[in-house]
Structures are given as structure tokens and as C-alpha cells.
T-cell receptor, first 115, second 112 residues
Framework: EDKVVQSPLSLVVHEGDTVTLNCSYE??????LLWYKQEKKAPTFLFML????IEKKSGRLSSILDKKELFSILNITATQTGDSAIYLC???????????????FGKGTKLTVNP | NAGVTQTPKFQVLKTGQSMTLQCAQD?????MYWYRQDPGMGLRLIYY???????DKGEVPNGYNVSRLNKREFSLRLESAAPSQTSVYFC???????????FGPGTRLTVT
């Protein structure tokens, strides 16, 4: 069974702190890994990571994939209250015959940033 | 360009009632997906459609049916709602090029 495990499930920090969110996976037919941010409504896309191991950065957020150890981390530096959200990790599984690539999501990490 | 739209935003059903959740996208995407999200459970795939005219089961398909009406629209039907189907339902779509999925705003469904 394909599994994506995120840790911690919940995290409370103060503004200015740096946080690291973890995502490990055990899946067949790995294609890539996606990170999403979910505030009140729909998840919004942050990064896509592949087996190339190239780090992705956007402002204070960065992420990298370790394909040997089968995990990814999402770093947020100098956190702000606007970073408070659920962060979802999803693994893209290769297409099955006649089907489409599918995403398997982790349960998410709820980040709360206090002023 | 509205992206992915879903109707209704909220719905309350009694056990045994039926309803259809509607989803439409205007991005000319081939693949569309239905997920449910329960507290502490992340997003779980119910059904997906790789292209117009095809549908396939995801992780939790029991109690649901889908229709890919055309390239734009993908509906999810609950034939006989149960309290266990109380959840937030998200529709998503993606192109054939990128793995990124674009999500609709969700439908919050309560079954009493």
C-alpha cells in the first residue's frame, strides 16, 4: 500500500522562527513530490520536486527531496503569521495502464505562527 | 478565467437523500479529480477522469458515482447519503504536461 507520512502533525511557533516540515513516503512507481499550502479553502501549489534532487526556493520557503532516503523537507525561514496554514505533501504515482497519474496525500502539518 | 469552480458551496442532507456535486474547469485540462478531506486525514482520492469519456476509481470510491459530462465538467453523485460521507469535497484538474493539480474552493457536505 502506498503511504505518505508527514511530521509533525501540528506545530506552534513564534514569528521569526524557522521551521522544517517533513514528508516521508513508501510508494511504488514514484514520479514526483508536490507541496501544497492550504489556508481556509483550496490547497494552493508551492513546489514540485523530482528525483533530480534540485532544491526549490521561493522567497522564505525552500524544499528538497532525498530520493535515496525517500523523504522531502519544506523549510520556512523568518516565519510570519500569514504562514499559518496546513501544509500538504503529495506524491505523484506513475500512470497505470489506461489511467492517469495519481496523487497520494499525507495527512498534513498544521502550522500556527503566533505574533 | 475562473479556474476550477464547484457548486454548491454548502449542503446539508438527510440520510438516504441523493445529490450531485458539480465541478467545472475552464483551463482546457484533460484530467479531473474528486477528493474528500476529513479532519486529520489529508485528501483522499474518490474518483478521477484521465480524459473525457473515461473514469476510474480512487482510494475511497464506495458510495459515490461520477460522470465526465464533457471536457469541462466532472460531477460526483451520492445516491444514498450516509453520515460517514460528511466531509469537504474538492474537485481538481490538471493539464497533461504538469503534475500540478488546481483545486476548486470545495463543497462542505453534512449528512444528518
Amino acid at each position: 500500500e502506498d503511504k505518505v507520512v508527514q511530521s509533525p502533525l501540528s506545530l506552534v511557533v513564534h514569528e521569526g522562527d524557522t521551521v522544517t516540515l517533513n514528508c516521508s513516503y513508501e510508494v511504488t512507481n514514484f514520479r514526483s513530490l508536490l507541496w501544497y499550502k492550504q489556508e481556509k479553502k483550496a490547497p494552493t501549489f508551492l513546489f514540485m520536486l523530482t528525483s533530480s534532487g534540485i532544491e526549490k526556493k521561493s522567497g522564505r520557503l525552500s524544499s528538497i527531496l532525498d530520493k535515496k532516503e525517500l523523504f522531502s523537507i519544506l523549510n520556512i525561514t523568518a516565519t510570519q503569521t500569514g504562514d499559518s496554514a496546513i501544509y500538504l505533501c503529495a506524491v505523484v504515482l506513475l500512470k497505470t495502464q489506461g489511467g492517469s497519474e495519481k496523487l497520494v496525500f499525507g495527512k498534513g502539518t498544521k502550522l500556527t505562527v503566533n505574533p | 478565467n475562473a479556474g476550477v469552480t464547484q457548486t454548491p458551496k454548502f449542503q446539508v442532507l438527510k440520510t438516504g437523500q441523493s445529490m450531485t456535486l458539480q465541478c467545472a474547469q475552464d483551463m482546457n485540462h484533460n484530467s479531473m479529480y474528486w477528493y474528500r478531506q476529513d479532519p486529520g486525514m489529508g485528501l483522499r482520492l474518490i474518483y478521477y477522469s484521465a480524459s473525457e469519456g473515461t473514469t476510474d476509481k480512487g482510494e475511497v470510491p464506495n458510495g459515490y458515482n461520477v460522470s465526465r459530462l464533457n471536457k469541462r465538467e466532472f460531477s460526483l453523485r451520492l445516491e444514498s447519503a450516509a453520515p460517514s460521507q460528511t466531509s469537504v469535497y474538492f474537485c481538481a484538474s490538471r493539464t497533461g504536461v504538469s503534475y500540478e493539480q488546481y483545486f476548486g474552493p470545495g463543497t462542505r457536505l453534512t449528512v444528518t
